[in-house]
Nanobody, 123 residues
Framework: EVQLAESGGGLVQAGGSLRLSCTVS????????VAWFRQAPGKEREFVGT????????SYSGLAQGRFTISRDNDKKTLYLQMTSLKVEDTAVYYC????????????????WGQGTQVTVSS
């Protein structure tokens, strides 16, 4: 059974940094893509960024480009979302999601999801 679990969320001041982790288990091989999504109160869930199985290909949405970095350590079965220059509007529940195969920005193509971790950015 594939499972993903996020951690590292919390309260941070605007301009600060935070690193989220996503621990993965259950995939047979490491060639699974992982994406980060987020959902703010009253809004639809949106794509943040994604990384391929090897960890050498990443793609980000405009909101994340230049501020967020996704990386992975396959030995530790853990992925990371490093967030810098955080803004109040980054407040959301952040989810990691996994799929066998290449990266995609399409939410419905991710079959495995974590429970989410709350990130709150204060002004």
């Amino acid at each position: 059974e594939v499972q993903l679990a996020e951690s590292g969320g919390g309260l941070v001041q605007a301009g600060g940094s935070l690193r989220l982790s996503c621990t993965v288990s259950g995939f047979t091989y490491d060639n699974y893509a992982v994406a980060w999504f987020r959902q703010a109160p009253g809004k639809e869930r949106e794509f943040v960024g994604t990384i391929n199985g090897v960890g050498d290909l990443t793609s980000y949405s405009g909101l994340a480009q230049g501020r967020f970095t996704i990386s992975r350590d396959n030995d530790k079965k853990t992925l990371y979302l490093q967030m810098t220059s955080l803004k109040v509007e980054d407040t959301a529940v952040y989810y990691c999601a996994g799929r066998d195969g290449p990266t995609t920005r399409v939410e419905s193509q991710y079959h495995y999801w974590g429970q989410g971790t709350q990130v709150t950015v204060s002004s």
